[in-house]
């Protein structure tokens, strides 16, 4: 079975877990299925709004996409969930992200 098709498998075996949801979108991307990468990363915010790491690989895939506003939108919202959980460090890197992002 390829990592996609697995990556699947263990989201329809466990719905209500983010994990899969990110490995796949990770996976999508790291094989240059930019557009599917994408769509994945936006249905994980979507329903797994307080997953904090989704939100910097999905901004960087966005801005790598040329989509800067979408890009923003995503870096502020995980700076937002970030503070909500107390992840500083994650705070940190969305905000640098955000910053990049604004100077470029």
Same mark, same amino acid.
């Given at each position: ?30 094989? !240059? +299925?930019?557009?599917? =990468?994408?769509?994945? %990363?936006?249905?994980? *915010? &979507? @329903? ?17 996409? !040329? +989509?800067?506003?979408? =890009?923003?939108?995503? %870096?502020?919202?995980? *700076? &937002? @969930? ?23």
């Amino acid at each position: 079975m390829d990592r996609i098709a697995a990556f699947r498998s263990f989201i329809e075996r466990s719905p209500r877990d983010p994990f899969p949801r990110y490995g796949l979108a990770m996976e999508l991307k790291g094989q !240059g +299925k930019l557009a599917e =990468a994408s769509q994945a %990363f936006s249905e994980l *915010v &979507t @329903e797994f709004p307080s997953y904090v790491p989704a939100y910097l690989m999905a901004g960087k895939l966005e801005e790598s996409l !040329g +989509k800067r506003e979408r =890009a923003a939108e995503l %870096f502020r919202r995980g *700076v &937002t @969930e970030a503070q909500a959980k107390g992840d500083l460090h994650a705070k940190k890197e969305l905000e640098a992200a955000l910053d990049d992002l604004e100077m470029a």
